[in-house]
């Protein structure tokens, strides 16, 4: 536990990031215990809480604790892989001493079992379900996974079984509610009484026959979960984007992969995009390799040996993700390997005492050794957003994904040419890419060049009229190309299309405001907020357009509410500032961006007008390190530059203030 502490101490910081944002900042469903509105995770946030109501509370556990300090989320997230590990250890050590397992294992059970749980909760390829926050389905997934286990071994053993295979059917349906890759554990667990308990399948179903009934009985909480979320709004399945085949096909690269990076963790990727392969004869060996151990593992278990259950196990716990049923966000992820990293240790745990004796446990404590820094240097990769996307394209270049995300990183920044180079590429990987063409468009117009933006967003929206960010976008090049009429008619498209766009309905209203239609413009928002009061987006921007009309006093105030209603809401925070600075009132102004920068260290514009706004109210020497720290990211920024300059000169005292 301790080695586990020490080996992620250094993830604590690390920002939210990727699908943490619509999954934990942006979910209205976490701000209240009850009413329970965690039990019904609204389907637009994403794939990662759609139709895990459990893996929601826990988040919502954490907002009612910490709001949204992410060391509380990195913390619970380290607690559910500790107690993880410990379950993996008593599991392994009660496995080791069953009468079936040979007296070699069950002498060294606590040291040999020790050696595979801190292997395990040492080794970096963890990091992705452990450090990346919302990848707790995939660490909470597995506890429950391995307490189900670990609780029917205790059945099995009991002289008053009741509460175990309670504990057992319980641990499964809770399981069942946090991600559906727990769907196997009714077939490892009669794999688990055929191999090391029962001897046979009769036997196990003549002995637990109604325990491994009541098990299987968790698969009606998963369906009803799986059909009230509709194929995780189409994500994953048949009907999604990706075909099984080429899905398929992919996975043997993938298994591959996982099987390479469990023995050797070197280049770990956090986001492998969405590609699939070519056809078989890109993966011909990987492919056979797959079929050779599948042959291996089939005949394993039917000679009832140890590792024919761990390779049963390796791949029915991979095969929700991993097999013929396509998840087209992630065709593929190293967090599908938590659960089935363990039973690859064990394997090579148990061969290593098979053949080296009681010297097995020297190679396993130099592995410990080797592999905690390893997974503490991984973490270090977490600290930024910027830092990780970086990361990723250095390992895999060819993602469109990651570039069109890095992008979206600089562009929060205020690089904006740099922004537009990433979008280009990610478009030039991926024609097909919806996001990165939009964001493409936005980025032309940031950069000043609104004319290509119209001429390219109209030929996005010829291939895809329903687009609605890439109606909001040609709309704001149109503005900025002094066509407000034109523009006007995209933000109403993007509102039929959308209605709940409030950055439409903003935009649109400001145009509105341009023309002198000032009541109309803000009936937009009054309507709106008459039907949907708690939503923060809306009072947001309706504050925004309020103080755009001149009513400061209204729209200080729904910023404020906005902010109640979503405290990691960047955008309101960052127009509180600007109000409060333009209302002088530099105190609330500094507050207001502190806040912005406690949310997102690299928003740029946030840091230079705190800077500036501790520079008007006579704080050079608190503004200087926030100047530094934009030149270190931006060191041709003349504007920073003299006003650093300055700054010290009002420090030394030759400079008026």
């Not at 637990?208 to 909480?221: E, I």
């Not at 690859?344 to 290593?352: N, R």
Request: with cysteine.
């Amino acid at each position: 536990m301790a080695a586990a502490v020490a080996a992620w101490s250094g993830s604590f910081s690390g920002p939210f990031v990727f699908d943490d944002r619509s999954s934990i900042l942006d979910n209205p469903s976490l701000r209240q215990l009850w009413p329970p509105d965690w039990l019904t995770p609204p389907a637009a946030l994403g794939e990662t809480v759609g139709g895990r109501p459990l893996l929601n509370l826990t988040f919502a556990l954490n907002f009612a604790a910490g709001d949204i300090a992410v060391r509380g989320y990195h913390a619970t997230n380290l607690a559910i892989h500790v107690l993880a590990g410990l379950t993996l250890f008593g599991l392994v050590r009660r496995t080791l001493v069953l009468p079936r397992i040979p007296p070699e294992f069950a002498t060294a059970a606590t040291p040999l079992a020790t050696a595979v749980a801190g292997l395990w909760l040492l080794h970096p390829l963890q990091t992705a379900a452990v450090t990346y926050v919302v990848q707790r389905a995939e660490s909470l997934a597995g506890l429950f996974y391995l307490l189900t286990l670990y609780s029917f071994l205790r059945a099995s053993a009991s002289d008053s079984p009741r509460r175990w295979a309670a504990l057992a059917v319980v641990a499964g349906c809770l399981g069942m509610a946090v991600k559906e890759t727990v769907a196997t554990v009714p077939v490892v667990v009669l794999l688990f009484d055929r191999c090391f308990i029962a001897g046979s399948f009769r036997g196990a179903l003549r002995s637990r026959g109604r325990l491994h009934a009541a098990l299987a009985g968790t698969w009606f909480v998963l369906a009803f979960l799986v059909l009230r979320n509709a194929g995780r709004g189409g994500s994953a399945g048949f009907g999604s984007a990706v075909g099984v085949g080429p899905y398929l096909l992919t996975q043997c690269d993938a298994i591959v992969r996982y099987l390479g990076l469990a023995l050797w963790p070197r280049s770990l990727v956090f986001d492998y995009g969405t590609a699939t392969v070519a056809g078989l004869h890109a993966v011909l060996p990987q492919a056979l390799l797959v079929l050779a151990l599948l042959g291996g593992a089939g005949y394993a278990l039917h000679r009832r040996w140890a590792a024919g259950f761990l390779g049963a196990a390796f791949f029915l716990l991979l095969a929700p993700s991993s097999s013929i049923v396509p998840v087209a966000t992630q065709t593929m992820a190293e967090h599908r390997m938590y659960l089935p990293l363990a039973a690859v240790l064990a394997g090579a745990v148990l061969l290593a005492r098979r053949f080296l004796g009681r010297g097995a446990l020297l190679p396993c404590a130099l592995a410990g050794i080797a592999l905690g820094p390893a997974t503490w240097t991984r973490n270090r990769d977490y600290r930024s957003e910027r830092v990780l996307w970086l990361d990723t394209l250095a390992k895999r270049p060819d993602n469109a994904r990651a570039h069109n995300n890095l992008g979206i990183v600089l562009r929060e920044a205020g690089d904006a040419p740099a922004a537009l180079e990433e979008f280009q590429r990610a478009v030039a990987l991926d024609p097909n890419l919806a996001s990165a063409h939009s964001n493409l468009g936005s980025a032309l117009v940031a950069v000043g060049r609104p004319a290509e933006a119209v001429a390219f967003l109209r030929a996005v929206l010829a291939l895809n009229p329903g687009l609605v960010s890439a109606h909001i976008n040609l709309g704001n090049a149109l503005v900025a190309s002094q066509q407000p009429a034109e523009a006007e008619r995209q933000f109403r498209e993007a509102l039929r299309l959308e209605p709940t766009a409030d950055d439409a309905r903003a935009n649109l209203a400001a145009v509105l405001l341009d023309r002198g239609a000032t009541d109309d413009a803000l009936t937009l928002f009054s309507s709106t907020l008459a039907g949907r009061h708690e939503n923060a987006e809306t009072h947001y921007q309706y504050g925004k357009i309020l103080l755009r009309a001149g009513r400061s006093e209204a729209g200080l105030e729904e910023l404020r509410r906005a902010i109640q209603l979503r405290p990691a809401l960047i955008g309101a925070h960052f127009a509180l500032g600007n109000a409060l600075a333009g209302a002088g009132d530099f105190p609330g102004a500094i507050a207001a961006y502190r806040r912005v920068l406690a949310l997102d260290p690299a928003h740029f514009t946030a840091r230079n007008n705190l800077a500036n706004a501790l520079l008007v109210s006579g704080r050079p020497a608190e503004a200087i390190p926030e100047y530094e720290t934009i030149l270190r990211q931006q060191p041709a920024n003349r504007a920073v530059r003299d006003n650093l300059d300055y700054a010290r000169q009002l420090l030394q005292g030759t400079a008026a203030p």
